[in-house]
Protein backbone atom coordinates (compact mmCIF):
# COMPACT_ATOMS: atom_id res chain seq x y z
CA UNK A 1 0.00 0.00 0.00
CA UNK A 2 1.73 3.39 -1.16
CA UNK A 3 2.23 5.61 1.97
CA UNK A 4 1.35 9.18 2.39
CA UNK A 5 4.46 11.03 3.06
CA UNK A 6 1.97 14.25 4.04
CA UNK A 7 -0.11 11.83 6.65
CA UNK A 8 2.96 10.66 7.95
CA UNK A 9 4.56 13.66 7.82
CA UNK A 10 2.26 15.69 9.62
CA UNK A 11 1.21 13.34 12.02
CA UNK A 12 4.85 12.44 12.81
CA UNK A 13 4.87 16.08 13.83
CA UNK A 14 1.57 16.54 15.73
CA UNK A 15 2.62 13.03 17.63
CA UNK A 16 6.01 15.05 18.71
CA UNK A 17 4.31 18.16 19.96
CA UNK A 18 1.71 15.75 22.43
CA UNK A 19 4.93 14.08 23.80
CA UNK A 20 6.03 17.20 24.68
CA UNK A 21 2.65 17.77 26.42
CA UNK A 22 3.59 14.42 28.26
CA UNK A 23 6.13 16.77 30.28
CA UNK A 24 3.38 18.35 31.78
CA UNK A 25 0.35 15.79 31.72
CA UNK A 26 2.13 12.59 32.77
CA UNK A 27 -0.80 10.63 32.88
CA UNK A 28 -1.18 11.26 29.07
CA UNK A 29 -1.44 8.15 26.82
CA UNK A 30 -0.12 9.58 23.68
CA UNK A 31 -0.28 5.94 21.72
CA UNK A 32 -4.28 5.94 22.42
CA UNK A 33 -4.05 8.96 20.35
CA UNK A 34 -5.11 8.32 16.79
CA UNK A 35 -4.47 11.53 14.58
CA UNK A 36 -6.67 12.28 11.41
CA UNK A 37 -6.67 14.80 9.12
CA UNK A 38 -9.91 16.46 7.12
CA UNK A 39 -10.04 18.80 4.99
CA UNK A 40 -11.98 21.87 5.73
CA UNK A 41 -15.31 23.20 4.20
CA UNK A 42 -13.80 26.44 4.16
CA UNK A 43 -11.03 26.54 1.58
CA UNK A 44 -9.85 30.19 3.78
CA UNK A 45 -9.33 27.42 6.51
CA UNK A 46 -6.28 26.10 4.79
CA UNK A 47 -5.93 22.65 3.13
CA UNK A 48 -5.84 20.27 6.07
CA UNK A 49 -6.77 20.34 9.36
CA UNK A 50 -7.24 18.17 12.52
CA UNK A 51 -9.11 18.05 15.67
CA UNK A 52 -6.90 16.35 18.16
CA UNK A 53 -7.08 19.03 20.31
CA UNK A 54 -10.68 18.96 20.73
CA UNK A 55 -10.56 15.48 21.56
CA UNK A 56 -7.82 15.82 24.17
CA UNK A 57 -9.71 18.09 26.70
CA UNK A 58 -11.92 16.25 27.82
CA UNK A 59 -8.74 14.11 29.06
CA UNK A 60 -6.73 16.78 30.01
CA UNK A 61 -9.51 19.23 31.40
CA UNK A 62 -8.13 21.95 29.60
CA UNK A 63 -9.81 24.16 26.91
CA UNK A 64 -9.36 22.79 23.40
CA UNK A 65 -8.67 26.54 22.14
CA UNK A 66 -5.29 26.38 24.95
CA UNK A 67 -4.04 22.87 23.89
CA UNK A 68 -4.48 24.01 20.38
CA UNK A 69 -2.38 27.07 20.51
CA UNK A 70 0.58 25.17 22.87
CA UNK A 71 0.28 22.09 19.67
CA UNK A 72 0.20 24.97 17.46
CA UNK A 73 3.56 26.67 18.80
CA UNK A 74 5.85 23.54 18.72
CA UNK A 75 4.92 22.71 15.26
CA UNK A 76 5.46 25.97 14.36
CA UNK A 77 8.92 25.09 16.24
CA UNK A 78 9.51 22.51 14.70
CA UNK A 79 8.34 24.39 11.22
CA UNK A 80 11.34 26.55 12.19
CA UNK A 81 13.75 24.59 12.59
CA UNK A 82 13.68 23.41 9.03
CA UNK A 83 11.19 20.20 9.50
CA UNK A 84 8.69 19.27 6.53
CA UNK A 85 9.48 22.88 5.45
CA UNK A 86 8.82 20.55 1.87
CA UNK A 87 5.18 19.84 3.04
CA UNK A 88 3.95 22.82 5.18
CA UNK A 89 3.87 25.77 4.43
CA UNK A 90 1.46 27.83 7.17
CA UNK A 91 -0.09 26.28 10.83
CA UNK A 92 -3.20 28.63 12.15
CA UNK A 93 -5.33 27.52 15.04
CA UNK A 94 -9.01 28.40 14.64
CA UNK A 95 -11.71 28.64 17.29
CA UNK A 96 -12.87 26.07 18.78
CA UNK A 97 -9.63 24.15 18.69
CA UNK A 98 -8.83 23.24 14.97
CA UNK A 99 -5.44 23.20 13.90
CA UNK A 100 -4.95 24.16 10.04
CA UNK A 101 -2.16 23.46 7.59
CA UNK A 102 -1.31 24.92 4.55
CA UNK A 103 0.38 22.47 2.40
CA UNK A 104 3.45 23.96 0.39
CA UNK A 105 4.00 24.30 -3.46
CA UNK A 106 6.52 21.24 -3.26
CA UNK A 107 4.06 19.35 -1.68
CA UNK A 108 1.17 20.21 -4.50
CA UNK A 109 3.49 19.23 -6.84
CA UNK A 110 4.58 15.87 -5.57
CA UNK A 111 1.27 15.11 -4.96
CA UNK A 112 0.59 15.33 -8.85
CA UNK A 113 3.11 13.09 -9.89
CA UNK A 114 1.81 10.74 -7.09
CA UNK A 115 -1.96 10.78 -8.69
CA UNK A 116 0.16 10.38 -12.55
CA UNK A 117 1.96 7.41 -10.81
CA UNK A 118 -0.72 5.50 -8.81
CA UNK A 119 -3.85 5.73 -10.96
CA UNK A 120 -6.67 3.44 -10.06
CA UNK A 121 -4.29 3.37 -6.51
CA UNK A 122 -4.34 6.68 -5.46
CA UNK A 123 -6.54 7.17 -2.77
CA UNK A 124 -5.89 4.02 -1.21
CA UNK A 125 -5.15 3.90 2.24
CA UNK A 126 -4.57 1.03 4.84
CA UNK A 127 -6.74 2.02 7.86
CA UNK A 128 -8.86 -1.28 7.48
CA UNK A 129 -5.57 -3.17 7.94
CA UNK A 130 -7.05 -6.35 6.16
CA UNK A 131 -9.72 -6.27 8.61
CA UNK A 132 -12.86 -8.83 7.82
CA UNK A 133 -15.83 -6.54 7.23
CA UNK A 134 -19.78 -8.05 6.36
CA UNK A 135 -21.98 -5.41 5.24
CA UNK A 136 -25.37 -6.55 4.78
CA UNK A 137 -27.88 -4.33 2.92
CA UNK A 138 -31.26 -4.16 0.74
CA UNK A 139 -32.10 -7.51 2.41
CA UNK A 140 -35.85 -6.46 1.33
CA UNK A 141 -38.16 -9.23 1.79
CA UNK A 142 -39.14 -10.56 -1.59
CA UNK A 143 -42.77 -9.70 -1.27
CA UNK A 144 -42.02 -7.64 -4.34
CA UNK A 145 -40.15 -5.90 -6.83
CA UNK A 146 -37.11 -3.24 -4.94
CA UNK A 147 -38.70 0.37 -5.10
CA UNK A 148 -36.87 3.61 -4.90
CA UNK A 149 -36.34 2.77 -1.03
CA UNK A 150 -34.54 -0.11 -1.77
CA UNK A 151 -32.23 1.63 -4.22
CA UNK A 152 -31.28 4.52 -1.86
CA UNK A 153 -30.27 1.43 0.38
CA UNK A 154 -28.51 -0.34 -2.41
CA UNK A 155 -26.50 2.65 -3.88
CA UNK A 156 -25.24 3.52 0.00
CA UNK A 157 -24.19 -0.17 0.54
CA UNK A 158 -22.51 -0.96 -2.49
CA UNK A 159 -20.68 2.52 -2.80
CA UNK A 160 -19.54 1.75 1.23
CA UNK A 161 -18.28 -1.44 0.23
CA UNK A 162 -16.25 0.01 -2.35
CA UNK A 163 -14.90 2.90 -0.30
CA UNK A 164 -14.09 0.89 2.31
CA UNK A 165 -12.31 -1.73 0.50
CA UNK A 166 -10.37 1.35 -1.11
CA UNK A 167 -9.12 2.02 2.31
CA UNK A 168 -7.19 -1.50 2.64
CA UNK A 169 -10.56 -3.27 4.62
CA UNK A 170 -11.37 -6.94 2.93
CA UNK A 171 -14.97 -6.11 2.23
CA UNK A 172 -18.09 -9.07 1.52
CA UNK A 173 -21.37 -7.95 0.90
CA UNK A 174 -24.36 -10.52 1.82
CA UNK A 175 -28.39 -10.17 0.87
CA UNK A 176 -30.20 -11.76 3.60
CA UNK A 177 -32.96 -13.15 2.13
CA UNK A 178 -36.46 -13.32 4.43
CA UNK A 179 -38.13 -16.42 2.66
CA UNK A 180 -40.94 -17.39 5.18
CA UNK A 181 -42.93 -15.62 8.00
CA UNK A 182 -46.25 -14.10 7.77
CA UNK A 183 -45.40 -11.62 4.74
CA UNK A 184 -44.40 -14.71 2.50
CA UNK A 185 -47.34 -16.63 3.57
CA UNK A 186 -49.63 -13.40 2.68
CA UNK A 187 -47.18 -13.39 -0.80
CA UNK A 188 -47.66 -17.06 -1.84
CA UNK A 189 -51.82 -16.87 -0.56
CA UNK A 190 -51.84 -13.67 -3.03
CA UNK A 191 -50.33 -15.86 -5.65
CA UNK A 192 -52.63 -18.79 -5.28
CA UNK A 193 -55.28 -16.46 -5.25
CA UNK A 194 -54.53 -14.92 -8.69
CA UNK A 195 -53.35 -18.15 -10.27
CA UNK A 196 -57.02 -19.79 -9.27
CA UNK A 197 -58.54 -16.63 -10.53
CA UNK A 198 -57.11 -16.89 -14.08
CA UNK A 199 -58.17 -20.78 -14.09
CA UNK A 200 -61.66 -19.83 -13.28
CA UNK A 201 -61.89 -21.26 -10.25
CA UNK A 202 -63.25 -19.68 -6.95
CA UNK A 203 -60.30 -18.43 -4.34
CA UNK A 204 -60.89 -15.67 -1.57
CA UNK A 205 -58.10 -13.08 -2.07
CA UNK A 206 -56.69 -12.84 1.31
CA UNK A 207 -57.21 -9.88 3.38
CA UNK A 208 -54.41 -7.57 3.55
CA UNK A 209 -52.62 -9.48 0.34
CA UNK A 210 -49.98 -7.89 -2.12
CA UNK A 211 -52.26 -6.49 -5.04
CA UNK A 212 -49.67 -5.58 -7.27
CA UNK A 213 -49.63 -6.41 -11.56
CA UNK A 214 -46.83 -8.41 -10.91
CA UNK A 215 -48.64 -10.99 -8.62
CA UNK A 216 -50.43 -11.74 -11.66
CA UNK A 217 -47.50 -11.90 -13.98
CA UNK A 218 -46.13 -14.52 -11.40
CA UNK A 219 -49.84 -16.34 -11.54
CA UNK A 220 -49.29 -16.35 -15.49
CA UNK A 221 -46.07 -18.27 -15.32
CA UNK A 222 -46.68 -21.09 -12.98
CA UNK A 223 -47.41 -24.12 -15.84
CA UNK A 224 -48.10 -26.75 -12.78
CA UNK A 225 -51.57 -27.46 -12.15
CA UNK A 226 -51.21 -27.37 -8.36
CA UNK A 227 -52.69 -26.00 -5.47
CA UNK A 228 -50.16 -26.90 -2.99
CA UNK A 229 -49.59 -23.42 -0.67
CA UNK A 230 -45.52 -24.91 -0.50
CA UNK A 231 -45.08 -25.20 -4.00
CA UNK A 232 -46.92 -21.36 -4.63
CA UNK A 233 -44.62 -20.11 -1.83
CA UNK A 234 -41.04 -21.18 -3.18
CA UNK A 235 -41.89 -20.22 -6.82
CA UNK A 236 -42.90 -16.70 -6.02
CA UNK A 237 -40.33 -16.31 -3.51
CA UNK A 238 -37.44 -17.47 -6.53
CA UNK A 239 -39.55 -15.68 -9.25
CA UNK A 240 -39.43 -12.30 -7.37
CA UNK A 241 -35.53 -13.20 -6.32
CA UNK A 242 -34.33 -13.83 -9.67
CA UNK A 243 -36.23 -10.02 -10.80
CA UNK A 244 -34.69 -8.39 -7.78
CA UNK A 245 -30.85 -9.85 -9.04
CA UNK A 246 -31.51 -8.75 -12.32
CA UNK A 247 -32.55 -5.17 -11.30
CA UNK A 248 -29.37 -4.62 -8.66
CA UNK A 249 -27.05 -6.05 -11.41
CA UNK A 250 -28.52 -3.43 -13.79
CA UNK A 251 -28.04 -0.47 -11.14
CA UNK A 252 -23.98 -2.00 -10.74
CA UNK A 253 -24.88 -3.62 -7.30
CA UNK A 254 -23.38 -6.75 -6.87
CA UNK A 255 -23.37 -9.49 -4.03
CA UNK A 256 -20.90 -11.65 -2.70
CA UNK A 257 -23.57 -13.91 -0.97
CA UNK A 258 -27.05 -14.54 -0.81
CA UNK A 259 -28.07 -15.23 2.27
CA UNK A 260 -31.68 -17.60 3.37
CA UNK A 261 -33.51 -17.35 6.41
CA UNK A 262 -35.18 -20.58 5.67
CA UNK A 263 -32.36 -22.32 5.32
CA UNK A 264 -31.07 -20.74 8.61
CA UNK A 265 -34.00 -21.88 10.58
CA UNK A 266 -33.40 -25.53 9.44
CA UNK A 267 -29.98 -25.72 9.95
CA UNK A 268 -30.26 -25.83 13.69
CA UNK A 269 -28.48 -22.19 14.32
CA UNK A 270 -31.29 -20.65 16.22
CA UNK A 271 -31.25 -22.98 18.76
CA UNK A 272 -27.87 -23.55 19.04
CA UNK A 273 -27.51 -19.54 19.62
CA UNK A 274 -30.14 -19.51 22.29
CA UNK A 275 -28.71 -22.51 24.46
CA UNK A 276 -25.38 -20.44 24.07
CA UNK A 277 -27.42 -17.72 25.77
CA UNK A 278 -28.89 -19.17 28.36
CA UNK A 279 -25.97 -21.28 29.41
CA UNK A 280 -24.63 -17.29 30.20
CA UNK A 281 -27.13 -16.88 31.68
CA UNK A 282 -28.79 -14.42 29.59
CA UNK A 283 -32.32 -16.33 28.91
CA UNK A 284 -34.81 -16.60 31.28
CA UNK A 285 -38.06 -18.15 31.50
CA UNK A 286 -41.80 -15.96 32.51
CA UNK A 287 -45.27 -16.33 31.67
CA UNK A 288 -44.56 -19.48 29.34
CA UNK A 289 -41.89 -17.10 27.13
CA UNK A 290 -38.48 -16.86 26.79
CA UNK A 291 -36.59 -13.41 27.30
CA UNK A 292 -33.39 -12.44 26.99
CA UNK A 293 -31.69 -9.85 29.37
CA UNK A 294 -31.36 -7.04 26.75
CA UNK A 295 -31.08 -4.72 29.72
CA UNK A 296 -28.08 -6.04 31.04
CA UNK A 297 -26.44 -4.74 27.30
CA UNK A 298 -27.95 -0.99 27.43
CA UNK A 299 -31.61 -2.10 26.02
CA UNK A 300 -34.89 -0.16 27.61
CA UNK A 301 -36.18 -3.54 28.21
CA UNK A 302 -35.85 -7.65 27.96
CA UNK A 303 -37.34 -8.93 25.02
CA UNK A 304 -39.33 -12.39 23.92
CA UNK A 305 -37.23 -14.46 21.45
CA UNK A 306 -39.37 -17.20 22.03
CA UNK A 307 -43.09 -16.52 22.49
CA UNK A 308 -45.79 -18.96 24.94
CA UNK A 309 -46.74 -21.06 21.64
CA UNK A 310 -42.91 -22.08 21.17
CA UNK A 311 -42.60 -19.59 17.89
CA UNK A 312 -39.25 -17.72 17.62
CA UNK A 313 -40.21 -13.89 18.08
CA UNK A 314 -37.75 -11.73 14.84
CA UNK A 315 -35.05 -11.57 17.23
CA UNK A 316 -33.57 -15.20 17.68
CA UNK A 317 -33.15 -15.55 13.94
CA UNK A 318 -31.42 -12.22 13.94
CA UNK A 319 -29.30 -13.67 16.98
CA UNK A 320 -28.26 -16.68 14.90
CA UNK A 321 -27.71 -14.71 11.72
CA UNK A 322 -25.14 -12.45 13.68
CA UNK A 323 -23.75 -14.96 15.68
CA UNK A 324 -23.05 -17.13 12.20
CA UNK A 325 -21.40 -13.94 10.69
CA UNK A 326 -19.18 -13.67 13.52
CA UNK A 327 -18.75 -17.29 12.60
CA UNK A 328 -17.33 -16.95 9.47
CA UNK A 329 -14.61 -14.48 10.68
CA UNK A 330 -15.75 -11.79 10.13
CA UNK A 331 -14.47 -8.86 12.73
CA UNK A 332 -16.58 -6.23 11.82
CA UNK A 333 -20.38 -6.07 11.02
CA UNK A 334 -22.66 -3.59 9.02
CA UNK A 335 -26.30 -3.49 9.07
CA UNK A 336 -27.85 -1.11 6.85
CA UNK A 337 -31.23 -0.68 7.71
CA UNK A 338 -34.56 1.18 6.88
CA UNK A 339 -35.71 3.58 8.91
CA UNK A 340 -39.14 1.69 10.40
CA UNK A 341 -36.29 -0.42 12.09
CA UNK A 342 -34.43 2.14 14.35
CA UNK A 343 -35.89 1.25 17.26
CA UNK A 344 -34.38 -2.37 16.61
CA UNK A 345 -31.13 -1.68 17.13
CA UNK A 346 -30.53 -1.47 21.15
CA UNK A 347 -31.93 -5.27 21.12
CA UNK A 348 -29.58 -6.54 18.34
CA UNK A 349 -26.78 -4.72 19.70
CA UNK A 350 -27.42 -6.15 23.26
CA UNK A 351 -27.43 -9.46 21.81
CA UNK A 352 -24.06 -9.45 19.96
CA UNK A 353 -22.68 -8.54 22.97
CA UNK A 354 -24.38 -10.92 24.98
CA UNK A 355 -23.24 -13.50 22.83
CA UNK A 356 -19.54 -12.57 23.39
CA UNK A 357 -18.10 -9.73 20.61
CA UNK A 358 -17.79 -6.09 21.03
CA UNK A 359 -20.70 -4.18 20.99
CA UNK A 360 -18.84 -1.98 18.60
CA UNK A 361 -17.91 -4.77 16.12
CA UNK A 362 -21.59 -4.12 15.23
CA UNK A 363 -22.79 -1.03 13.37
CA UNK A 364 -26.47 -0.51 11.98
CA UNK A 365 -26.88 2.16 9.50
CA UNK A 366 -30.50 3.52 8.84
CA UNK A 367 -31.05 5.01 5.14
CA UNK A 368 -34.14 7.26 5.82
CA UNK A 369 -36.78 7.20 2.66
CA UNK A 370 -36.32 8.86 -0.38
CA UNK A 371 -39.48 10.75 -2.00
CA UNK A 372 -39.51 10.86 -5.95
CA UNK A 373 -40.91 13.53 -7.48
CA UNK A 374 -42.36 13.87 -10.99
CA UNK A 375 -43.49 16.89 -12.36
CA UNK A 376 -43.12 18.41 -9.07
CA UNK A 377 -45.41 15.83 -7.17
CA UNK A 378 -44.98 13.69 -4.85
CA UNK A 379 -45.18 10.05 -6.05
CA UNK A 380 -46.79 7.67 -3.32
CA UNK A 381 -45.39 3.98 -2.93
CA UNK A 382 -46.86 0.71 -0.89
CA UNK A 383 -45.83 -2.75 -2.24
CA UNK A 384 -49.42 -4.32 -0.89
CA UNK A 385 -51.03 -1.65 -2.46
CA UNK A 386 -49.41 -2.05 -6.04
CA UNK A 387 -48.66 1.45 -5.79
CA UNK A 388 -44.98 2.43 -6.16
CA UNK A 389 -42.08 3.08 -8.61
CA UNK A 390 -39.76 0.21 -9.06
CA UNK A 391 -35.75 0.19 -8.61
CA UNK A 392 -36.53 -1.28 -12.36
CA UNK A 393 -38.55 1.61 -13.77
CA UNK A 394 -36.46 4.60 -12.26
CA UNK A 395 -33.43 2.93 -14.39
CA UNK A 396 -35.01 2.82 -17.81
CA UNK A 397 -36.22 6.60 -17.02
CA UNK A 398 -33.01 8.26 -15.55
CA UNK A 399 -29.86 5.08 -15.68
CA UNK A 400 -28.28 3.86 -13.00
CA UNK A 401 -25.73 6.72 -13.07
CA UNK A 402 -28.28 9.55 -11.75
CA UNK A 403 -29.86 7.21 -10.17
CA UNK A 404 -27.14 6.03 -7.84
CA UNK A 405 -25.37 9.21 -7.53
CA UNK A 406 -28.20 11.34 -6.94
CA UNK A 407 -29.16 8.95 -3.49
CA UNK A 408 -26.11 9.52 -2.11
CA UNK A 409 -26.57 13.19 -2.14
CA UNK A 410 -27.84 13.39 0.93
CA UNK A 411 -26.48 11.66 4.61
CA UNK A 412 -27.75 8.52 5.22
CA UNK A 413 -30.15 9.50 8.11
CA UNK A 414 -31.44 12.27 6.18
CA UNK A 415 -34.69 12.37 3.74
CA UNK A 416 -34.17 12.60 0.49
CA UNK A 417 -36.40 14.08 -2.54
CA UNK A 418 -35.52 12.82 -5.93
CA UNK A 419 -36.38 14.81 -8.52
CA UNK A 420 -37.01 12.57 -11.80
CA UNK A 421 -37.19 15.66 -14.30
CA UNK A 422 -33.75 16.98 -12.76
CA UNK A 423 -32.10 13.60 -13.00
CA UNK A 424 -32.74 13.40 -17.12
CA UNK A 425 -31.49 16.52 -17.98
CA UNK A 426 -28.15 16.99 -19.73
CA UNK A 427 -27.14 20.21 -18.18
CA UNK A 428 -24.75 21.47 -15.86
CA UNK A 429 -28.11 21.55 -13.77
CA UNK A 430 -27.84 18.23 -13.21
CA UNK A 431 -24.80 16.90 -10.59
CA UNK A 432 -23.76 14.00 -11.95
CA UNK A 433 -23.76 15.13 -15.28
CA UNK A 434 -21.56 17.77 -14.25
CA UNK A 435 -19.40 15.89 -12.85
CA UNK A 436 -19.32 13.22 -15.68
CA UNK A 437 -19.16 15.79 -18.31
CA UNK A 438 -15.68 17.45 -16.89
CA UNK A 439 -14.51 14.02 -16.90
CA UNK A 440 -15.52 13.69 -21.10
CA UNK A 441 -13.94 17.29 -20.92
CA UNK A 442 -10.76 16.30 -20.34
CA UNK A 443 -10.84 13.29 -22.33
CA UNK A 444 -11.55 15.37 -25.74
CA UNK A 445 -8.66 17.42 -24.66
CA UNK A 446 -6.16 14.65 -23.96
CA UNK A 447 -7.37 13.11 -27.46
CA UNK A 448 -5.79 16.00 -29.09
CA UNK A 449 -2.43 15.76 -26.78
CA UNK A 450 -1.09 13.72 -24.54
CA UNK A 451 0.48 14.89 -21.54
CA UNK A 452 4.86 14.47 -21.08
CA UNK A 453 6.16 12.37 -18.91
CA UNK A 454 6.53 14.24 -14.86
CA UNK A 455 10.40 14.47 -15.78
CA UNK A 456 9.55 16.94 -18.64
CA UNK A 457 7.17 18.64 -16.94
CA UNK A 458 7.78 21.45 -15.06
CA UNK A 459 4.74 21.58 -12.62
CA UNK A 460 6.37 24.71 -11.40
CA UNK A 461 4.81 26.86 -14.23
CA UNK A 462 1.06 25.80 -12.64
CA UNK A 463 0.86 29.75 -10.80
CA UNK A 464 -2.28 31.16 -11.57
CA UNK A 465 -4.81 31.30 -9.50
CA UNK A 466 -7.60 28.89 -10.73
CA UNK A 467 -4.38 26.16 -11.30
CA UNK A 468 -3.35 26.48 -7.59
CA UNK A 469 -6.64 25.80 -6.15
CA UNK A 470 -8.15 23.16 -8.75
CA UNK A 471 -4.05 21.53 -7.69
CA UNK A 472 -5.35 21.87 -4.07
CA UNK A 473 -8.32 20.57 -4.30
CA UNK A 474 -6.90 17.36 -5.92
CA UNK A 475 -4.69 16.97 -3.04
CA UNK A 476 -7.69 16.61 -0.78
CA UNK A 477 -9.21 13.56 -2.82
CA UNK A 478 -7.22 10.28 -0.07
CA UNK A 479 -8.16 12.62 2.93
CA UNK A 480 -11.90 12.69 1.49
CA UNK A 481 -12.30 8.85 0.59
CA UNK A 482 -10.24 8.45 4.51
CA UNK A 483 -12.70 9.81 6.01
CA UNK A 484 -15.69 8.58 4.37
CA UNK A 485 -14.52 5.02 5.07
CA UNK A 486 -13.97 6.45 8.96
CA UNK A 487 -17.52 7.99 9.34
CA UNK A 488 -19.29 5.12 6.81
CA UNK A 489 -20.76 7.87 4.92
CA UNK A 490 -20.22 8.36 1.02
CA UNK A 491 -21.83 11.83 1.02
CA UNK A 492 -18.28 13.26 1.33
CA UNK A 493 -17.09 11.82 -1.50
CA UNK A 494 -20.16 13.40 -3.39
CA UNK A 495 -19.38 16.61 -2.43
CA UNK A 496 -16.02 16.34 -3.29
CA UNK A 497 -16.43 15.09 -6.45
CA UNK A 498 -18.99 18.00 -7.33
CA UNK A 499 -16.51 20.42 -5.71
CA UNK A 500 -13.54 18.97 -8.19
CA UNK A 501 -15.68 19.66 -11.45
CA UNK A 502 -16.39 23.05 -10.58
CA UNK A 503 -12.79 23.51 -10.20
CA UNK A 504 -12.11 22.35 -13.12
CA UNK A 505 -14.63 23.72 -15.04
CA UNK A 506 -13.36 26.99 -14.07
CA UNK A 507 -10.15 26.59 -14.52
CA UNK A 508 -10.43 25.60 -18.51
CA UNK A 509 -12.99 28.59 -18.79
CA UNK A 510 -10.20 31.06 -17.49
CA UNK A 511 -7.40 28.84 -19.68
CA UNK A 512 -6.56 27.17 -22.52
CA UNK A 513 -4.84 24.35 -21.76
CA UNK A 514 -2.87 23.56 -25.31
CA UNK A 515 -1.26 26.92 -26.25
CA UNK A 516 1.57 28.18 -28.25
CA UNK A 517 3.35 27.72 -25.19
CA UNK A 518 4.43 23.94 -25.04
CA UNK A 519 6.38 24.41 -21.71
CA UNK A 520 3.41 25.81 -20.08
CA UNK A 521 0.63 22.78 -22.15
CA UNK A 522 2.78 20.31 -21.20
CA UNK A 523 1.92 21.44 -17.32
CA UNK A 524 -1.45 22.30 -17.65
CA UNK A 525 -2.13 18.45 -20.02
CA UNK A 526 0.12 17.15 -16.88
CA UNK A 527 -2.66 18.77 -14.54
CA UNK A 528 -5.89 18.03 -16.41
CA UNK A 529 -4.84 14.13 -16.72
CA UNK A 530 -4.05 14.10 -13.12
CA UNK A 531 -8.37 15.32 -13.11
CA UNK A 532 -9.27 12.86 -15.11
CA UNK A 533 -7.59 10.14 -13.11
CA UNK A 534 -9.26 11.42 -9.70
CA UNK A 535 -12.72 11.83 -11.21
CA UNK A 536 -12.57 8.31 -12.25
CA UNK A 537 -11.37 6.92 -9.31
CA UNK A 538 -14.46 9.07 -7.23
CA UNK A 539 -16.98 7.88 -9.59
CA UNK A 540 -15.60 4.15 -9.89
CA UNK A 541 -15.96 4.41 -6.01
CA UNK A 542 -19.19 5.41 -5.99
CA UNK A 543 -20.33 2.91 -8.88
CA UNK A 544 -20.74 5.62 -11.33
CA UNK A 545 -19.36 5.44 -14.79
CA UNK A 546 -16.58 7.72 -16.15
CA UNK A 547 -17.69 8.25 -19.80
CA UNK A 548 -15.07 9.53 -22.79
CA UNK A 549 -17.79 11.25 -24.61
CA UNK A 550 -20.70 12.99 -23.97
Not at 159 to 172: E, P, R, W
Not at 443 to 467: D, G, N, Y
Not at 524 to 549: D, H, M, Q, W, Y
Request: with cysteine.
Amino acid sequence: MQKDPIQEGISRLISEALENLKKEFASLDTSAIQIHLEVPKDRAHGDLFTNVAMRLASLLKQKPLDIAGRLSSELESSLGAGKLTALIKKVEVKAPGFINFWLSDEALCAMLKDIAGLKQDFGKNNIGQGKKVLVEFVSANPTGPLTIAHARQAAFGDSLSKIMTHCGYAVKKEYYINDEGVQMSLLAESVKARYMELHNKKYAFPENGYKGAYIYDIAKDIKEELTDKEFFLKFSCEWIMKGIKKDLDDFNVGFDSWYSQAALAKSGKIEKALALLKEKGYIYENEGASWLKSTDFGDEKDRVVIKSDSSYTYLAPDIAYHRDKFGRGFEKLIDIWGPDHHGYIPRIKAAVTALGFPKDSLSVIIIQLATLFRDGKPVSMSTRQGEFVTLREMLDEVGKDAGRFMFLMRKADSHLDFDLELAKKHTAQNPVYYVQYAHARICSILEKQKPAAAAKTSLTLLREREEVDFIRILSQFPYVVKMCGIGLEPLGLVSYLQELAGAFHYFYDKHRVISDDADITNARLFLVNCAKIVLANGLTLLGVSAPEKM
